[in-house]
T-cell receptor, first 114, second 113 residues
Framework: DVKVTQSSRYLVKRTGEKVFLECVQDMDHENMFWYRQDPGLGLRLIYFSYDVKMKEKGDIPEGYSVSREKKERFSLILESASTNQTSMYLC?????????????FGPGTRLTVL | GDSVTQMEGPVTLSEEACLTINCTYTATGYPSLFWYVQYPGEGLQLLLKATKADDKGSNKGFEATYRKETTSFHLEKGSVQVSDSAVYFCALKMDTGRRALTFGSGTRLQVQP
C-alpha cells in the first residue's frame, strides 16, 4: 500500500519561530511536492523537488525553503513563521516513470501561527 | 497561465440525488485532467482522470468527460450517498513544462440522509 506520511497532523507555533514540516514517502518516487491549502484558494504549490538535492520554486515560495537530502524525505522550512502562514500543508509524491501518473498525498499538517 | 475554475460550494444534496460539479479550464496546450477527493481529516485521493479529448474517466459511480470544445471536465454521479460528502478538486497537468498539478478552489459536497 502506497504511503506518504507527514510528521504532525496539528502544529501550533509562535511568530518568529523556525518551523520544520517533514514528509516521508515509501514508494521510491523521484518527485515530491509541498502545497498549501486555504479555503476558496484550493491548493497552491510552494516548492517542488524532482530528485535528491534538486528543487524548484512553485507559485508561492516566499517565506519558505525546502530540503531534500534523501530520496524518501522532503522537508518544508519556515525560517521565521508569521501569522499569514497559518494554513493546511500537504505533501505529495509522484514517480516520473510514466507520463500520466497520479500524485499521492499525505494527510496534511494543520499549522497555526500565533 | 493555466488555470482551473470550479463552481463554488457548498453543494447540499439529499441521498440518491444527482450530482454535477462544474469544472472549466484554461490552458495553452492539451492538459491531462483530474478529479481529486478529500474526505474529512484526510489528504487528497485521485478519484478519476482523463488524458485526451473525449476520454471519460470513471470510478466509484463518478464520471467526467474531457470536452475540448468547451474546455470542461464536469464531475457527475447519478445517485449520491452520505459517504460521498467531501471536498472535490478539479486539476490539470500539462504534458510539458510545469510538473505540478494546477488545482481549482475545491467544491464541498454535503449529502444529507
Amino acid at each position: 500500500d502506497v504511503k506518504v506520511t507527514q510528521s504532525s497532523r496539528y502544529l501550533v507555533k509562535r511568530t518568529g519561530e523556525k518551523v520544520f514540516l517533514e514528509c516521508v514517502q515509501d514508494m521510491d518516487h523521484e518527485n515530491m511536492f509541498w502545497y498549501r491549502q486555504d479555503p476558496g484558494l484550493g491548493l497552491r504549490l510552494i516548492y517542488f523537488s524532482y530528485d535528491v538535492k534538486m528543487k524548484e520554486k512553485g507559485d508561492i515560495p516566499e517565506g519558505y525553503s525546502v530540503s531534500r537530502e534523501k530520496k524518501e524525505r522532503f522537508s518544508l522550512i519556515l525560517e521565521s513563521a508569521s501569522t499569514n502562514q497559518t494554513s493546511m500543508y500537504l505533501c505529495a509524491s509522484r514517480t516520473r516513470k510514466t507520463q500520466y501518473n497520479e500524485q499521492f498525498f499525505g494527510p496534511g499538517t494543520r499549522l497555526t501561527v500565533l | 497561465g493555466d488555470s482551473v475554475t470550479q463552481m463554488e460550494g457548498p453543494v447540499t444534496l439529499s441521498e440518491e440525488a444527482c450530482l454535477t460539479i462544474n469544472c472549466t479550464y484554461t490552458a495553452t496546450g492539451y492538459p491531462s485532467l483530474f478529479w481529486y477527493v478529500q474526505y474529512p481529516g484526510e489528504g487528497l485521493q485521485l478519484l478519476l482522470k482523463a488524458t485526451k479529448a473525449d476520454d471519460k474517466g470513471s470510478n466509484k459511480g463518478f464520471e467526467a468527460t474531457y470536452r475540448k470544445e468547451t474546455t470542461s471536465f464536469h464531475l457527475e454521479k447519478g445517485s449520491v450517498q452520505v459517504s460521498d460528502s467531501a471536498v472535490y478538486f478539479c486539476a490539470l497537468k500539462m504534458d510539458t513544462g510545469r510538473r505540478a498539478l494546477t488545482f481549482g478552489s475545491g467544491t464541498r459536497l454535503q449529502v444529507q440522509p
